[in-house]
DNA sequence: GCGTGTCAGTGAAACCTTTCAATAAGGCGG
DNA sequence: CCGCCTTATTGAAAGGTTTCACTGACACGC
């Protein structure tokens, strides 16, 4: 707990060490330079103190700090925990330390993280945005490097790493429809986010090609892409009569995906053969549900690990031209579409 | 990207304005104070500037920040970014920004995690620690209010918030002997870990108190708390001769539980019959496992909420005491050991 | 017409660190 | 004994913001 005195300053060492500030700054940043006496003064002046550097005034001095901060939309989904640990492996290399901010897909909350480390001038950001659209971002990538991940921009003003989600849609679907499925339902929402839409187009594309009918395709709309929003989507699908009722759901992400496959389980219907299911991402818990699940997979953590490398040179090099990385998805079949 | 210049300060705006700096910083602060069109005048100035607010100059005048910071042991364990979230939300109701920091389980990247949060004058640090009883916890909690979360300290240096990982082994090993095992498997580590180690008093409490035979715990270590730990434990307790195998396994996490369900999937066996399991903290995908699992139950969101209160007391009130606010577990009996 | 009060705007000081040119001290060769 | 070189130390300046006591200007009431 704080005292009531202010906190010590370097000029506070010096003159408890009985030299000058320069030294105490010296003893800091170049220990080389100064004796080993008067260095052991000041080190002993500074427990005594308990003195403690202010970083807000080296920052000030310095102009930039070795900060890297990545901005997700849910660190409840284990998706971007593992896109921030590629992330986190790249700044390391790097020496750089990483600040995770969770938006909560809330673009407030995110407008202030993105305000706030501009401001505190960190080395880059990286961001998966509720809209990357959003006129905020521009205006920071102006004087801050930006990098999106797992989104894209049409225009070429920000460097960017994601997967193709719309073929990500059309792999899932097309695997049902394999299957010979042929009323199959969108799970997901809301419909504010890019992977959302893109990954429904995908599903689309597939039906289409496959000359499948218009209404093939059933979208249930969520509120979001959580493990509650797919128990809720069971339940909605579970209530549509049966002669209607799709037999295969491809669902946005895994998590709705597991909270589906946990629904059914709950009213005694049974995966694959009441309705098969597909995710998106694959993460760990996907291969490790009640019935493994299909999904589509996205090559997580290489795409924070290269979405941070393109920071990096965004920040470092004067000659950097933004890029658009994209991952091809690939699906990964497992039970809940095998029978 | 950063162009060549300098970037604009609170002067060039004042001089772009024609106005002398105190205005230009009375706009930001205190825009009642200013007349419209002056306001006006240095608005445009500074988004002709492109002016940003250097935050480590505020800071460095303000004496400290309106952020929160939570060093966690891993980002991957959905128990952990529960925890978060409690903690983001006690903190936004108080208006104060989170970062997330990873330490990986690893001291090196805490201590410098740590070091640069209270460098940086953050109000307060929650903190999982590696170990709660490392020197620097003790260091920087003079200067600055640290919360220890999921773990405690037998002095009252800290406030902390936790659970009662003792009474929470001792749950799960009564509940295994209830169902008539007599030989179980504990399956955790590294025992750096309080959590793994308590949790492993608590089992060895049951055996002793059901009057089981010394050895009836077989501990079975592994190199951390992830799904792969779980699986290569799989592997181990597989290969033990029949008769000596234990019947039932309680992991110190359910991480490794689901990891252990896995590898008894994939090598035929059946869960519970060829083998019950015990996890612990019950994270979501408990009971969406393949089998759903029984855990014992952690208040995660709530663990992080009280913590993040804590804390804001400590920084706040000049009365405040330390306090340990224990939870108690609480067992979710699944299907993993019901047969 | 004068004192008083209000309002808008001013500019110096403070926050703490780092850097760098300058100084002091000491040693050495000539 | 002097000049020169090295090494240790110094102190002022800079970095950008906020605060606060202060100045002008203006209106109002008497």
Do not use: W
Not at 134 to 154: G, N
Not at 186 to 210: D, K, N
Not at 274 to 303: H, K, M, N
């Amino acid at each position: 707990m704080a005292g009531g005195a202010r906190s010590a300053s370097v000029v506070d060492v010096a003159a408890e060490a009985g030299v000058s500030l320069g030294t105490v700054s010296n003893v800091l940043n170049r220990p080389e330079r100064v004796s080993d006496a008067t260095r052991l003064r000041v080190e002993k002046a500074m427990a005594r103190l308990g003195f403690v550097r202010n970083e807000s005034a080296r920052q000030l001095r310095a102009g930039q700090s070795r900060l890297l901060a990545y901005v997700m939309l849910d660190v409840a989904n284990p998706f971007f925990t593992d896109v921030a640990q590629g992330i986190d492996s790249a700044a390391a290399e790097h020496e750089l330390a990483l600040f995770l901010c969770n938006s909560a897909n809330d673009a407030g909350r995110e407008a202030a993280y993105l305000t706030h480390l501009s401001q505190q001038r960190v080395q880059g950001i990286l961001v998966t945005p509720v809209d990357p659209h959003s006129p905020l971002l521009e205006e920071i990538v102006k004087h801050t490097p930006v990098v999106i991940v797992d989104r894209t921009r049409d225009d070429k003003r920000f460097c960017s790493a994601a997967a193709d989600d719309v073929a990500g849609g059309r792999l899932a679907v097309e695997h049902l429809i394999d299957r010979g499925h042929t009323r199959i339902a969108y799970i997901g929402g809301p419909p504010s986010l890019g992977q959302v839409r893109e990954r429904h187009e995908g599903a689309l594309l597939a039906c289409r090609e496959s000359g499948l009918a218009e209404d093939a395709l059933l979208h249930i709309g969520t509120d979001g892409l959580g493990f509650a929003d797919g128990r809720e989507a069971g339940e909605r699908l579970i209530g549509i009569p049966a002669k209607r009722r799709p037999t295969a759901a491809f669902c946005a992400n895994d998590l709705v995906a597991l909270g589906l496959l946990q629904q059914m389980s709950l009213s005694g219907r049974t995966v694959p053969d009441d309705l098969a299911i597909v995710g998106f991402d694959d993460i760990d818990f996907a291969g490790a549900a009640a019935v493994p699940l299909t999904s589509v997979r996205q090559p997580r953590r290489e795409l924070g690990r290269r979405a941070a490398e393109l920071l990096l040179d965004e920040a470092s090099n004067p000659d950097h031209e933004h890029r658009q990385v994209i991952f091809t998805p690939e699906l990964v079949a497992r039970r809940s579409t095998l029978n």
